[in-house]
């Protein structure tokens, strides 16, 4: 159990710092946060559309549309402008809970793959690396890639960087420290 918890604690902590550096130091998914000098007007705009928090994709359609009048609506849209808007009607600017849920689900996640890994006798170094080196793939290939394939992201590369690096630095650590004897 010990050596699920420290495992769990430090190698939540690895991916954590480099969520940490990829988002700020090294600012990779600047792609995804653009800046226009037009975001008051566009905010303003918003603001008077929007009565709600929400996520938008337009165009679109009304939730009870049905697939054929989806079809016959769809060309009109071919090779027009498209847009998927996260609207809120409050910026919050206490990152402090988010902070630590999204260290709490690290531990998690690292505290989940040391159990499968611990399940595995004959794991030594090398497979414990591999293993969560495949893990960051699963996890990227999994969402990231996936929405990007119909909503192109401009930092899908930056969220591969991140599931292989912050996988590949937690199996280093957990391949030293599960194949301890």
């Not at 710092?17 to 653009?34: D, G, I, M, R």
């Not at 847009?83 to 809970?97: E, N, P, T």
């Amino acid at each position: 159990m010990k050596k699920l918890i420290i495992g769990a604690l430090v190698g939540g902590l690895i991916i954590f710092l480099w969520q940490t550096l990829s988002w700020t130091v090294l600012n990779l998914h600047h792609a995804s946060q653009e800046y226009t000098p037009k975001q008051d007007s566009i905010l303003n705009f918003l603001n008077t559309q929007f009565s709600e928090d929400g996520s938008y994709l337009l165009p679109s359609y009304p939730k009870n549309t049905s697939w054929d009048e989806m079809q016959k609506e769809m060309p009109k849209y071919k090779d027009k402008p498209w847009v998927q808007i996260q609207y809120h009607k409050s910026l919050s600017v206490d990152m402090g809970a988010n902070i630590a849920r999204g260290f709490l689900v690290n531990i998690i996640m690292v505290g989940l793959m040391c159990w499968i890994l611990m399940r595995i006798s004959t794991a030594g170094f090398g497979v414990i690396f591999t293993a969560c080196l495949l893990t960051g793939l699963i996890v990227f290939i999994n969402s990231p890639y996936t929405v990007h394939i119909w909503y192109q992201k401009a930092d899908i590369m930056a969220h591969l960087w991140d599931a292989l690096i912050s996988w590949g630095l937690c199996g280093i650590w957990l391949g030293w420290w599960l194949s301890r004897k």
